[in-house]
T-cell receptor, first 113, second 111 residues
Framework: NAGVTQTPKFRVLKTGQSMTLLCAQDMNHEYMYWYRQDPGMGLRLIHYSVGEGTTAKGEVPDGYNVSRLKKQNFLLGLESAAPSQTSVYFC????????????FGQGTRLTVV | ELKVEQNPLFLSMQEGKNYTIYCNYSTTSDRLYWYRQDPGKSLESLFVLLSNGAVKQEGRLMASLDTKARLSTLHITAAVHDLSATYFCAVDPNTGNQFYFGTGTSLTVIP
């Protein structure tokens, strides 16, 4: 059981380039989330999805877009990367019931130069 | 704006000692989660607290929730080196199924 898998694990981008981070979960979870983790700031919610075909903004959505075309996948896009987007990105999923936690992927370390 | 504050941010403690990490939050919620993160790794779920007065224990860690005070605590008993990690609390507002994290507490247990 793989749980939550993120692709890629590491990436270096030049300013202005675009990329897509892929998150896949095999737990049949309804809810999926994208977070960024920066030193001293904990994890901040970028976007989330409450089901296939739906997305919503979190705390820090600017500069990112997301899509949830399939229930098991949640994509995070950076259209024009900026150095301020250098961070570790985590994807998570949860069942959407009231008594379960979120399960996290391994993270993607992104550097924008 | 929902705020989740942890203190202390950094904690260095000797093996065998006890200490408590605090998590305060600003919204109505009766769902609070604790996670552990080792350096360079993902987040691992430790505790799920789902009601006022909830208490969970696992080994040397015990977590509690006071929803009226909007406060959760993570108590460490007789610390050992293996507990060195960063600990996060996360709040799920009563609007449902979103997880807002505190800034984390970096714990170092020294011999």
């Amino acid at each position: 059981n793989a749980g939550v898998t993120q692709t890629p694990k590491f990436r270096v981008l030049k300013t202005g380039q675009s990329m897509t981070l892929l998150c896949a979960q095999d737990m049949n979870h309804e809810y999926m989330y994208w977070y960024r983790q920066d030193p001293g700031m904990g994890l901040r919610l970028i976007h989330y999805s409450v089901g296939e075909g739906t997305t919503a903004k979190g705390e820090v959505p600017d500069g990112y877009n997301v899509s949830r075309l399939k229930k098991q996948n949640f994509l995070l896009g950076l259209e024009s990367a900026a150095p301020s987007q250098t961070s570790v990105y985590f994807c998570a999923s949860s069942s959407g019931t009231t008594n379960t936690e979120a399960f996290f992927g391994q993270g993607t370390r992104l550097t924008v130069v | 704006e929902l705020k989740v504050e942890q203190n202390p941010l950094f904690l260095s403690m000797q093996e065998g000692k006890n200490y408590t990490i605090y998590c305060n939050y600003s919204t109505t919620s009766d769902r609070l989660y604790w996670y552990r993160q080792d350096p360079g790794k993902s987040l691992e779920s430790l505790f799920v607290l789902l009601s006022n007065g909830a208490v969970k224990q696992e080994g040397r860690l015990m977590a509690s929730l006071d929803t009226k005070a909007r406060l959760s605590t993570l108590h460490i008993t007789a610390a050992v080196h293996d507990l060195s990690a960063t600990y996060f609390c996360a709040v799920d507002p009563n609007t449902g199924n979103q997880f807002y994290f505190g800034t984390g507490t970096s714990l170092t247990v020294i011999p």
